[in-house]
């Protein structure tokens, strides 16, 4: 299973990198492969982002930082999508808690969004 997710990653990380954001999406919705693979559900909440599918990109950031809550794409990815929203209190918010739980996370909001 494994093996077969890490598969359907790299599969998705080849249409992600031409611009294929919807066929990457259905790759790396393989996730009951390795349920527990927190890069799956962080690449396809930024697909979801860049399609505008900001709701499930909510779900698919929160999931993957329940999995690997010191990783800060995963919450660059569920903040983006809470912004997306116009959640910017939320998204603040959360960037607040976060911060205080893993150093780092601030920078990379700042770096991904052009600051």
Request: with cysteine.
């Amino acid at each position: 299973k494994e093996q077969n997710s890490e598969s359907m990653k790299q599969k998705g990380n080849e249409e992600f990198s031409q611009g294929n954001f919807d066929c990457a999406i259905m790759l790396y919705t393989n996730i009951e492969f390795c349920p527990a693979n927190h890069l799956l559900y962080g690449n396809r909440a930024l697909c979801l982002i860049l399609t505008q599918q900001y709701k499930g990109a909510l779900a698919d950031g929160k999931r993957a930082i329940d999995l690997k809550p010191n990783w800060p794409k995963g919450h660059y990815h569920f903040c983006k999508a809470l912004l997306s929203l116009g959640e910017g209190f939320a998204t603040m918010q959360h960037v607040w808690i976060a911060q205080k739980q893993k150093e780092g996370i601030v920078e990379v909001f700042l770096v991904e969004n052009g600051h």
